[in-house]
Nanobody, 119 residues
């Protein structure tokens, strides 16, 4: 299973962006998918995640500014972030809890996409 993230870049404060992450390979089922981020000198932290049934969870720092969604038919998770702040600058990693076949379950990570919020 591979996760391919895209959509990062340079954004001005107050701007928006949408991250996408698609899972490919041998997939029987995907449970939770989500986004984490890591800024220089900081630990990786959860931004938001979403279950297969659509229940979502957000870090306090992004509540009201971020929306996570997923397309189960496309094995894809999205993160829409609005009103971006310089402190949102980080490498964003997508994550998926995948059952490649019945009875197996593994966590997979994408390669990371850089988001820089700066004027």
């Amino acid at each position: 299973v591979q996760l391919q993230a895209s959509g990062g870049g340079l954004v001005q404060p107050g701007g928006s962006l949408r991250l996408s992450c698609v899972a490919s390979g041998t997939i029987f089922n995907i449970n939770t998918m989500g986004w984490y981020r890591q800024a220089p000198g900081n630990e990786r932290e959860l931004v938001a995640d979403i279950t297969g049934g659509g229940s979502s969870n957000y870090a306090d720092s992004v509540k009201g500014r971020a929306t996570i969604s997923r397309d189960n038919a496309k094995n894809t998770v999205y993160l829409q972030m609005n009103t971006l702040r310089p402190e949102d600058t980080a490498v964003y990693y997508c994550y998926a809890d995948v059952q490649p076949w019945r009875g197996a379950r593994y966590a997979y990570w994408g390669q990371g996409t850089q988001v820089t919020v700066s004027s």
